[in-house]
């Protein structure tokens, strides 16, 4: 151990066989031995191989398996944040450490079966996307999700929604935002031809997570382990416990980002589409 070397501490990571139709387990330091899973709204459960005890990587497995990948992330000021809290069903903030506006939020209830709820700078506080559907964004005139409030760099807003602050139960936080070099969270609208996503990168991207926002869309996985070419790119559903597809272009390499093709999935026209890239 650990079985993924990441080169840094884990703070946050999900994994998945790649040619298997299996679930995406999540992982995550404020909950050891916790397990979610990204593609269905079940509660924590408990997983004795998750460990973070280690500066270098997570889980406590060991083996060769070259169709099991894990996605890593560590907490850093301005990039990714992780937060814990306790629901109390009360309009109120929560404190964060990401030192920066959070652009993207993935928030779960871990007590109970409820949704993974996701807020976007893109749509906006008074709309809300489901993680693990392929829904379209969702209105929340009433505020009852995100307080109708736009985060700050040192708070973000609860409604009295059962779905993000139910009361008395654990609730995880997974908190993005766009920084210099390193990721960009943003948008795009659809063209039906190729568009070039610039994200300020100087070596392109190597981890990019795109969703059609107007209407139903999958959550699209994209990275450089598996292959971001100027050919067929393999990608996965968040939303999803399909195997990778492997013979579709998705998407091309861009040097200050990614390029995205006529594919209907990641470019229909007049679509649009929130994304996640990581340099």
């Known amino acids: 151990p650990p079985t993924w070397n990441s080169g840094f501490p884990v703070d946050w ?7 298997q139709s299996n679930e995406w387990a ?11 899973v990204l593609n269905t709204n079940a509660a924590e459960s408990t997983d004795t191989s998750h460990v973070f005890d280690y500066m270098n990587g997570w889980l406590d497995n060991t083996g060769t398996l070259s169709t099991l990948y894990s996605w890593m992330f ?7 944040d992780v937060v814990a ?6 309009a109120r903030t929560i404190s964060h450490n990401l030192e920066a506006v959070p652009e ?9 079966s409820e949704e993974w709820m996701v807020y976007s700078a893109t749509t906006g506080a008074n709309k809300w996307l489901r993680l693990h559907t392929n829904d379209s964004e969702l209105n929340d005139s009433q505020g009852d999700m995100w307080g109708g409030t736009t985060p700050t760099s040192s708070v973000f807003s609860l409604g009295n929604s059962s779905n993000t602050n139910h009361n008395g139960s654990n609730i995880i936080a997974y908190l993005f935002s766009s920084l210099s070099g390193i990721s960009k969270v943003g948008s795009y609208t659809g063209t039906g031809y190729d ?12 981890f990019v997570l795109i969703k059609r926002t107007d209407a139903n869309g999958n959550w699209m996985v994209y990275d450089t382990s598996r292959g971001i070419v100027s050919g067929n790119d393999p990608y996965l559903r968040l939303n999803s416990t399909q195997q990778e597809t492997t013979d579709e272009d998705h998407i091309d390499p861009l040097s200050s980002g990614f390029t995205v093709t006529t594919h209907s999935d990641v470019n229909t026209n007049g679509g649009t589409y929130l994304f996640l890239a990581i340099a």
């Open 195 to 206: 568009i070039n996503v610039d994200c300020g990168f100087t070596s392109g991207a190597r």
């Open 104 to 112: 993207l939020m993935i928030v779960k209830d871990r007590s109970r």
């Open 74 to 80: 560590k907490r850093a000021p301005g990039f990714f």
């Open 26 to 36: 999540v992982g995550t330091r404020l909950m050891p031995r916790g397990k979610l």
């Open 13 to 19: 990571a999900f994994y998945k066989y790649s040619n």
């Open 85 to 90: 809290f306790t629901g109390n069903n009360t």
